[in-house]
């Protein structure tokens, strides 16, 4: 038998926390009784919290602190909301609130859910026609469902459900099938929801699909293997789980851009970035990881999944073929308009939005909505940073605002006093903030 690889362990996941720890530091560590303290040092107080933050995952040595900032002054559709945002890049909040100020004096978002459909898979393999299973499948999606109905009636009572099943194939693979699911899950994202069902019905098949065939008199059917099923699971991509997001006033209202722009110039060049976001994928996935930077900074604060919303907004951002900007721009008869068709699967309970301390407060703070209002609150949010990102842009450059949280950061990266950070701000205003520049000139 081989040797087991340096510093391979077996049953880590069996060790406490502490030996976890102290596992970690001994064999990673530069200094270990450093990284332990320094580990330790994140623990919350309450037993109680830092039992379910443990919990939440697997092999848990130490919680990891993101800031959660709040953007206020969000106008969306008539209400006025804080938004959390959990993030750490900076500028970002800053970026949000001042988007959320201007266009909040200028009537503020206005929202419209385009759809709030979502979707599973079933893959299967099969030896029969795909004709012969078009011609059973209206019989064979009752049976499915009558399967499943111990698990939908909760969801069929809150108006939710089973929305549908349709059968696809695919031509590059001769004999496989997917039977796909659309579901409506009220205010939970469904993930749960939708993959129990979905193994419900993979172990069904076998058996209800020679139901439906014996019923339709299929003889040949008889010396067919039963289908073998793959997998079920939820699709992220969905493309009629949508919000749009908007705003809009005369280009006169505009103001004027800083860097000496006219409110027309401005526009136009606000106009213009938008469409080059629309054709130069380059382009459109800076253009689009701004967006992603209000997105995801609310989405995370929400305890909501990242990971699932980015990986539909991309995979929608692609569907005409071309990858290209998310939201779009016009300007019509002096009409400025910015708008943001995005597809969020969102929930507001289950999975960590009320098990997560933060995410319940987080939920609080904006009003405890249901998903469809979430779903309005984080589209104008990604509308309003991806307004402050490409509105720096066309005017002074985004340098300027970075550097300035960049020099705050450092600022406390060395440890610098508070006292000092008005100095170090007028000092550096017209110089190039690094490490090594701040350094010097708080030694000096
Ligand atoms: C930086 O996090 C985001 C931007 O690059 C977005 C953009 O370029 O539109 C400023």
């Known amino acids: 038998m081989e040797m087991a690889p340096k510093k391979w362990i077996n049953g880590f996941s069996r060790l406490s926390k502490a030996a976890q720890r102290e596992w970690v530091a001994e064999q990673y560590g530069a200094d270990s009784g450093q990284l332990i303290m320094r580990l330790a040092g994140f623990d919350h107080p309450d037993k109680r919290t830092q039992n379910g933050l443990d919990n939440f995952a697997e092999n848990t040595i130490a919680n990891f602190v993101m800031p959660l900032g709040i953007a206020p002054n969000f106008v969306i559709d008539g209400k006025t909301y804080a938004v959390p945002m959990a993030i750490e890049e900076s500028s970002v909040v800053a970026a949000a609130s001042a988007a959320a100020k201007y266009w909040g004096t200028r009537g503020g978002f206005k929202t419209t ?4 459909t979502k979707v599973g898979q079933l893959f299967f393999e099969w030896d029969g026609k795909e004709a012969l299973l078009r011609e059973v499948l209206p019989q064979l999606s009752l049976k499915l469902l009558e399967c499943s109905k111990p698990h939908t009636v909760n969801m069929d009572e809150r108006g939710g459900g089973v929305k549908g099943i349709t059968l696809h194939s695919f031509p590059e693979l001769p004999n496989t099938f997917e039977l796909r699911g659309t579901f409506d899950t009220r205010d939970s994202m469904g993930a749960n929801f939708i993959n129990t069902i979905l193994e419900c019905w993979g172990s069904s098949l076998p058996r209800v699909l020679k139901t439906c065939l014996e019923f339709n008199a299929k003889s040949a059917v008889e010396q067919l293997a039963p289908p073998r099923v793959l997998m079920g699971i939820l699709s992220n991509y969905t493309p009629e789980c949508v919000v749009r997001a908007e705003v809009c006033c005369h280009v006169n209202d505009m103001g004027q851009g800083a860097g000496g722009f006219t409110s027309w110039e401005l526009s136009e060049r606000f106009h213009q970035a938008v469409q080059l976001a629309r054709v130069s994928p380059y382009r459109a996935t800076t253009h689009n990881k701004g967006i992603f930077n209000g997105i995801d900074a609310v989405v995370i604060a929400t305890g909501n999944d990242f990971r699932a919303v980015e990986a539909c907004g991309h995979a929608y951002a692609s569907r005409d073929g071309q990858y290209r900007s998310l939201s ?71 340098q300027a605002g970075h550097m300035r949280m960049h020099l705050q950061n450092i600022l406390t990266q060395l440890g610098a006093e508070d006292a000092k950070r008005p100095e170090a701000e007028a000092y550096f205003a017209d110089k190039t903030v690094s490490v090594a520049g701040v350094r010097a000139w708080l030694e000096g």
């Open 328 to 398: 779009q721009s016009s300007i019509v008869d002096g009409q400025f308009k910015f708008w943001l068709d995005i597809p969020l699967a969102l929930g507001t309970v289950g999975g960590l939005t009320k098990a997560h301390p933060l995410a319940a407060a987080s939920l609080e703070v904006l009003g405890n909505p249901g998903a469809e209002e979430l779903m309005r609150i984080v589209a104008a949010t990604g509308l309003a940073q991806n307004f402050a990102a490409v509105r720096s842009l066309v005017t002074t450059g985004i």
């Open 113 to 116: 859910i385009l759809g709030t």
